[in-house]
């Protein structure tokens, strides 16, 4: 396995209302859909068994990935919409029907907000163990990223997978600091901050959770902006 910075150029605003995207997480998903594996109907039905081209930590608990590093630089407030069509449901509904219940059930009208950003360098840096040739053919098909890419957020310009020199507690820890969820104890932690968490793929399933050590830099000295050069 080869110690890689991985790069992607975002061309458009991007959403991620839940925090930086996780490279395992990612390829996992590119994987599956490549063998044709459907998604879970829920996160504690998921596979863990999905192989990936990226090596495992010594104790096989999760892989030597980060989450994403990048340095939001404009931010938007928009609003996802749905409003149920009355005049509609008034042609084509039955003769008896009188009213339409909007503030609940199937036919429920929501106004939600969703925070949407630029980001500085229009990039999202990920480090890893892995095999390059096989993270660029996962990653050649992934063409958008974050929520609500069908409405053109979070797309993706190109993909660079280089080789790199790596650094002491490559590619999880970056000068005390945790880049992706780490066990509070992992070696070159430096005052970590413990949230609760998931390890491992899918980090929604929240009855995996437990004390974990957070990646910081979003909230703090934004360190990592010399490490996305």
Request: glycine share 8%.
């Amino acid at each position: 396995m080869t110690p890689l910075r991985i790069r992607a150029h975002i061309r458009s605003q991007i959403a991620l209302p839940n925090g930086p995207p996780a490279l395992d997480s990612l390829l996992i998903a590119l994987a599956c859909e490549r063998e044709g594996i459907p998604p879970p109907p829920t996160p504690q039905l998921a596979r863990r068994d999905i192989p990936i081209p990226v090596a495992m930590e010594p104790g096989g608990r999760f892989h030597l990935a980060s989450f994403g590093v990048y340095v939001p630089e404009v931010f938007e407030n928009r609003f996802v919409n749905r409003r149920f069509p009355l005049d509609i449901a008034q042609d084509w509904g039955e003769p008896k029907l009188r009213t339409v219940r909007i503030n609940g059930g199937s036919c429920k009208t929501y106004r939600l907000p969703l925070e949407v950003m630029h980001l500085a360098g229009d990039q999202i840096l990920w480090f890893c163990q892995g095999d390059p040739d096989a993270i660029r053919a996962l990653l050649s098909v992934c063409t958008s990223l974050g929520k609500k890419r069908g409405v053109g957020l979070g797309r993706v310009r190109a993909w660079e997978t280089d080789k790199i020199e790596p650094w002491d507690g490559f590619p999880v820890v970056y000068k005390g600091q945790a880049l992706r969820n780490l066990p509070p104890d992992w070696p070159g932690l430096v005052n970590p901050r413990v949230a609760m968490r998931v390890l491992s793929p899918p980090y929604t399933d929240k009855l995996r959770e437990e004390p974990l050590a957070t990646p910081s830099w979003m909230t703090e000295a934004r360190d990592p902006q010399r490490i996305a050069c």
